[in-house]
Every structure is written in structure tokens, then in C-alpha cells.
């Protein structure tokens, strides 16, 4: 069978290309822009016809609502109200407040919060919810393509449903080249993982449905109050979250965690039926070459192994999460497996926990 062709241009993102982008947004079309987070694939988010397409190229089910990105300079909590993507009289005090403390120290930026919608924003954008999802990116190239459209995007990760997100260009021409025009080259992520995502309730009450590299610990530090978990509020089944869906962020090839690390292995894994002939290592720290010798002697297998931070970096190891996952998925390893990340560093950390999150998904069982 022979693969469809490739049809998308890499742009740079000079003031030319992004008014090219920007007229294709105009016309209801799809373009693939970065963020700090990861690339998305924007649409129109006022306009119903560019949120379907968004939905066709992606593959991805209409139940899984969209976030709507806003430009920077229309992303206080007035100019949310003032261009009605929210209403005040769906806040109580306490809620206004909060919100507005979480836009002024983390916008623009990766954090989401999920508010009570308006009539203005299209059902498909939020699945047919009460509530809407909004972010304002920081990327500079995200920021100036939506400024030119007006008030926002929707732009969820440019990648085929359930797959690994594009943390590059050339990730999103992997994942999508056959089906879009165009896609804007703001270099690689900085943050290379999805955004946060934080439900603020009519009552002003804090539920983390994502987490991400803005923490628990830090949104508790500032609201001086305990996030809540969706399971302990009886919110966000799949169907209000599908970001934490049970498979999600999957490479193509048989993926499972280890159940310790190398350096504590004694005996080899049991990597169920799968008799693979290579195995590819996806590792926390230390040094790739290593650990693909010591895990190699362990199976008795060959082994490449890819490093999130040789130092333990935890930010390091976000930005390159996505990244090194693909890369093992392109390699001539036959299985993956990953390291767990260590249980006191999901306690301890938020980014480790958010890390362990997508881990999981990755791992997790295939529909
Ligand atoms: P992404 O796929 O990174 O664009 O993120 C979209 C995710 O945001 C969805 O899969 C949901 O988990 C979450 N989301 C978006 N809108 C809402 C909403 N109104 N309520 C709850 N979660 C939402
Ligand atoms: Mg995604």
C-alpha cells in the first residue's frame, strides 16, 4: 500500500506566512501553528464548520470538547466578559475572584480553566457542555495568528486522536501532512506537554481534570485552598475530559512501564507474549548508552534507549517526553517500555506527576 502524499508546507512564521495562515483561518480552514505546550492544529472557534473540520482531520470523536485560545491582549477576566465568551452572572464572587487571580499569574501561559460558557461559543466546541475551556497561549507565533483573526482558536494537538502529540514541525508533518495546507514552524516546545487544565465551578471551587507543568502546589499556593481530584467531586467522567481518556498520547508499537527501575531490576520483566526482537528503553535519567547495556543484559535482548534529563531534570524531562517517545516508535525497536517515574516524585512534584499521568495513558489499554 503506499502511503498518501505529504501536501503541507512548512512555513516559516514570518509576518508573510502568517497572514497566510491567517486567511485560510479566515476562510474556515485548518492550519497547524505552534504553541509553548504542544503544536495544535487551529480553526476558527466562532465558527461551526472550522471546528468540524478540525474534528474530520483529527479523527477525533465530537465528544471530546475543544479549548478555545485567545490572543493575550483580549485574555483578562473583563475582556473575557466583555466579549461574552463568559457570563457574570454565572460567578459567585468567590469564583470571580479566583479566576482572575489564576489569569493574572499564569496568562498567557499552559494553564486552562474550564468556566461556565456563553451562547457565543459553538457547541462543538464544547461537545454540547455547560462549560467552556479557555487558555491564552504564549507562544509568539500562536499569538500573533490569532491577534490577526480576531478573538480565538480552537487548537487541539495537531495529531491523528490517541496518538503522540507534535512537540515540532516535522511531528506534525508526520501526523497530519496528507491533510492540511500549511503548518507553521515555531521551532520545538518549550513545555512539550499539554496544557493544565483547571475546572473552576460556579462556586469557585478548584477541580484538576489535567495535570500539567503549572502544579497542584502552585494553584493551591495562590487560591490558599485545596484543588480537588474530579473523583472526589463525582465530576469529569470520560465525557468531560477525554484528555484523560484511558489510551491516549500512544506510540504505535506495544508500550508498557516497567515495574521498577533498571537500577533496581533483579529479574527480567515479564513483557507478556510479545517476544520482540528489539526493545526500545525509555528512560528518566543517567545516560542512554548505559542503560541500554544494563537492560540489554537483563532480557538478553538488544536495547536503544532514549533519556528524558540525564541530570533528573523534571522540566528537561517534559519537553522531551513526547519527543523521545516518538522517536523509539520511529527506531527498530519492536517493544517500548518506560521506566516508571518514582512514586515519591509524583507525590513531591507536579510535573513528575504530570509526566507519570501521560505515561500511563500511553501504556494504557487500546480501544
Ligand atoms: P487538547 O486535546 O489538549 O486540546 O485538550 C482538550 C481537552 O480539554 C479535552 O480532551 C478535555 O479533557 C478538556 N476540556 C475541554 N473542554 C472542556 C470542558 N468544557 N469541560 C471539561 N474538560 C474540557
Ligand atoms: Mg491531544
Redesign the pocket.
Known amino acids: 500500500m503506499t502511503k498518501p502524499a505529504k501536501r503541507a508546507q512548512i512555513l516559516e512564521p514570518t509576518e508573510a506566512n502568517i497572514q497566510v495562515a491567517a486567511r485560510i483561518l479566515k476562510q474556515g480552514g485548518v492550519v497547524a501553528m505552534p504553541t509553548e505546550t504542544v503544536y495544535?492544529l487551529a480553526g476558527n472557534a466562532f465558527e461551526a464548520s472550522a471546528l468540524s473540520k478540525i474534528f474530520l482531520t483529527k479523527e477525533r470523536p465530537t465528544f471530546?470538547?475543544?479549548?478555545v485560545h485567545i490572543a493575550p491582549e483580549k485574555a483578562t477576566l473583563a475582556d473575557l466578559m466583555r466579549e461574552q465568551l463568559i457570563y457574570p452572572h454565572d460567578l459567585s464572587d468567590s469564583a470571580i475572584k479566583r479566576i482572575d487571580a489564576l489569569i493574572r499569574k499564569f496568562w498567557p501561559g499552559p494553564l486552562?480553566l474550564?468556566l461556565p460558557k456563553s451562547d457565543l461559543v459553538p457547541d462543538l466546541a464544547?461537545s454540547g457542555?455547560e462549560?467552556?475551556?479557555i487558555r491564552a497561549p504564549k507562544h509568539p507565533v500562536a499569538r500573533a495568528l490569532i491577534r490577526e483573526l480576531g478573538l480565538g482558536v480552537c487548537?487541539?494537538?495537531a495529531n491523528r486522536f490517541g496518538r503522540i502529540s507534535p512537540t515540532s514541525a516535522a511531528d506534525v508533518l508526520e501526523e497530519l501532512g496528507d491533510r492540511i495546507d500549511v503548518i507553521l514552524d515555531g521551532g520545538p516546545c518549550e513545555i512539550g506537554l499539554?496544557?493544565t487544565?483547571l475546572?473552576i465551578t460556579e462556586d469557585g471551587e478548584p477541580i484538576l481534570?489535567?495535570p500539567g507543568v503549572v502544579t497542584r502546589g502552585e494553584i493551591e499556593e495562590l487560591l490558599k485552598t485545596k484543588v480537588l481530584d474530579p473523583r472526589e467531586t463525582g465530576e469529569?467522567g470520560p465525557q468531560?475530559?477525554?484528555?484523560?481518556l484511558a489510551s491516549h498520547y500512544a506510540p504505535t508499537k506495544p508500550f508498557v512501564i516497567l515495574p521498577n527501575s533498571i537500577a533496581q531490576m533483579m529479574t527480567p520483566p515479564a513483557l507478556g507474549a510479545a517476544k520482540p526482537k528489539k526493545v526500545g528503553l525509555l528512560a528518566l535519567s543517567g545516560k542512554s548508552a548505559e542503560w541500554a547495556e544494563t537492560l540489554s543484559e537483563i532480557l538478553e535482548l538488544p536495547v536503544v534507549a532514549e533519556i528524558l534529563s540525564e541530570k533528573g531534570d523534571w522540566e528537561e524531562s517534559a519537553r522531551n517526553l513526547f519527543r523521545a517517545l516518538r522517536r523509539l516508535d520511529a527506531s527498530d525497536a519492536d517493544f517500548l517500555v518506560a521506566e516508571p517515574v518514582p512514586p515519591a516524585a509524583i507525590e513531591s512534584n507536579g510535573i513528575a506527576y504530570a509526566i507519570a499521568d501521560r505515561l500511563k495513558r500511553a501504556a494504557g489499554p487500546r480501544g
Do not use: F
Request: proline fraction near 11%.
Open positions: 495544535g471530546d470538547p475543544l479549548i486552562t474550564v464544547t457542555m462549560t467552556v475551556a487548537a487541539p494537538s499539554e496544557s487544565i475546572r481534570l489535567r469529569g468531560i475530559a477525554p484528555g484523560r
